[in-house]
């Protein structure tokens, strides 16, 4: 099966008057039709800057390099702006973070909503207009008339997320990125954002990079996951699979970090990261993770630390062999 | 060969002086504004040394004599001569003097109303907040040239006058801006703890507030100053400022204003060192902004 | 909403009064206002008869709350110097000073919106520079000055322009320069940060992934948010430009207000000068009142009650 989006080699640079800033270093990952990738890490590992890298909307400052872009088959990197913007919204719906901020304070749900069918679809208002009800009522929102004429202050966060959800799915695309679709809600509105999302995915056979710090949720809701830290993917394999074997300390660390209910696993000790993500410029080598890593070695501080494969395509990038490595068949990643 | 990465304490170890001079150094808006200001102030504190000439003395046989640059110049008379015959670059240099005290004066006297107001307001909040709120609303109200003018022309025109008639009414800046700097502050967690802590108010305004305050006074106290500068000018061209034969920027405009078709100059060189005094103080003020508070920059 | 502007009238109401008090109490700056108001060589007789007139024998706020009727009917009293009907010189006069400050307040929006948009939309180039400059220029240029070197250039060198008197649009071209040009760094800083935040938000953002053009995004999502503050500083200006007028009516040569403030002023015409302080302070506090309830129109938060 072709994967929708396949991305090699993707970096990000942005040029400050001290150093080079790395936000983004050689993330390569597919996602294929109707799958849920999911990119994880703490705040500032490079997780939403990757997927603005995708979709083309860095901020001014920042440079994009990619050695393969490819969605549906087409190659991005090599297309115009103007083209990038007709998949934008049409091929590839996007839900942010903050739903309060999202949506312009001074139009109507149904202006906004509308817009983008207008856009790229070659509709009446009127064929708009049933679209965007038809939508309304899929995402769960109760009277959809009546918010089709009311403005984003009008609608708690929640709604005002479907909302956003719904402008996403506008012209039915084949791809959504959900950048922490559920973090500025309260607790009992996320899942039901989550769940949503999980059975319109599945109600329209849509691939979906579900963006998050969250690994409760990533078990919940992604099939594949990639751990971001500092820019790099560290780690990448099934969900199943990362959370039975994690092989980077990274992920180690981070699942010390979820309580799990009944179990004794710390001693009833729940753990956290000391220190924070670091900067990364363009003179830094070695692994990124060392300095807050209990396992760190000389070796660590080497150049080009290379992502390695275990059987079932789970890959890491680390250097210290893994203790559990007798019964797998290790191979070097070029 | 491996680097290691760069610690935080090497991006800290500036001090907060070290690290203002750097900058500075490098913003040529406040380096020129400073240049500027300091150019003008050293005219004014040394005018006598500066100039031989009285800038009172009339010599009508010596009248409009132009300035060196033209073929009748003389280097008697760098800038020329007015329709009395006085050197008119020892006027330019007096009048240094004039603008420059006019603006501190002002500045003082309407940052301590404004800056009393805001402050008050600010922290207070609530109905001491609306009452302010009022009077800044009616003091912007105020029709400030018209008001000033005839507040002037009934009470009769001095310096004094005009110090304290501008000083009276330049405030409402001052107010606007601190009252919101302070309004912020006071939701700080440092001024919380010290409420806690059962502090009175007084002193958590001396020592919480104000000193938090500084870098918003200096901004505004540079446009304020600018302002007064330029409403004396205007004040004194519309001759209800400062009056003869004293010589303001403003004023000699308006003494020039006859000679407009063939002694342009007479009109030109005042009002070019209005524009460089008042061009300079916002550069200062701009540069103090950026550097201070990069934050607060637009 | 209606609560909401209902007290921001009473708001207005109570400013325009204080203001009125203010503009009552600029006679006693003189210190006798009968002798202020009849001027230095009346005789006793005409005191006599002022004094009656104003009620100077009454209590000042009984004074203030007469002369305070009259004015909201219209009725200012008579010029002390040409014994004609105040409001009726008021009157004759305004539409010239509204005019000038219409076209100078256009003149200041016409050229801050585009060079405030271009300067957000590329910072720290030349564009943004250059409209730096000109805005730290505007501010330094004291404006009757900057008048009068227009006046140089336009109408005494080139000859373009008519430099004097208010007889056709062509003779408001170069005061309405001047006039506006001084606001015009005010509109340009403020659209510019406006504009900043704006392209900064998230809305943007989400219009951008929308794929939306690039003039979609600019003009009906960020201009319209950026634009908002600008009424309310351009009520705020346009009533500074009837108060400044002064200078520049002064200047060109214009009968509007300002000059008859000048003219009044400089003859102690008190009667004069109190209705036009008074005239043009109501003017500024209804145009900032229409400006916030303009806003609250154009921002449905405001709309809403927020």
Redesign the interface.
Known sequence: MNPVLEVRGLSVEIPTASATLRPVRDVSFDLHPGETLSLVGESGSGKSMTALAIMDLLPRQARRSVERLRFLGEDLAGKSAGEIGRLRGAEIGMVFQDPMTSLNPVYTVGNQLMEVYLRHKNASKREARERALFLLDKVNIPDPALRLCQYPHQLSGGLRQRVMIAMALMCGPALIIADEPTTALDVTTQSQILDLLRSLQREFHMAMILITHDLGVVAHFADRVSVMYAGEIVEQASTDDLLERPMHPYTAALLDCIPVPGSSRHGGKLRSIPGVVPLITSGDQGCAFRRRCDHAQDVCKNAGIAMRELSGGHKFRCVLLPQNSADVAMKNHA | MATDLPAENDLLIESAGQAFRRRSLKNIGFMTGLALVALVASIAMLAPILTAQDPYLQNLDQRLIPPFWHLEGTWAHPFGTDKFGRDYLSRIIHGSRISLLIGLFVMVISGLIGSTLGVIAGYFGGKIDAVIMYIITVRLSMPVVLVALAVVSFVGSSLEVIVLVLGLFLWDRFAVVIRAATKRLRGEDFVTAARCTGCPDSQIILREIIPNLMNQLTVIATLEMAQAILLESALSFLGLGVQPPLPSWGLMIAEAKEFVFFDPWLITIPGVAIFLLVLGINLLGDGIRDLTAPEMKN | MAAFALRRVL?AA???I??SA?AFG?LY??GDPVR?LAGENATDEVIQRLSQEYGFDRPIGEQFLSWLGKAVTGDFGKSIYFNTDVAEMIWDRLPITMALGVMALGFAICLSIPLGVLAALRPNTFVDKAALTIS??G???????FA??L??LFG?TLRWLPISGNSSFAHFILPAVALGYYATPAFM?LI??EM?DVLA???I?????????TS?VLFK?AL??AI?PVVSLAA?QL??M???S??IE?VFAIKGLGAL??ES??R?D?PV?QA??LV??VI??GL?LCADLLNAA????LR?G?
């Open positions: 708001l109570l400013v325009a204080t203001v203010i600029l700056l003189s202020a730290l220029f501010q330094a240029l004291p404006n009757f000055w009068i070197l006046i140089i005494l800083r510019r940060a900043m938000s998230d809305y953002r989400t219009a951008r992934a929308k794929g939306l053009s979609s999502h319209r948010n908002i705020v009533g500074f009837l108060g400044g002064v200078i002064q403030a000048w002023i400089s102690s008190y000068v036009l302080v043009i302070s500024y506090v900032t154009i921002d449905p938060r809403h927020h």
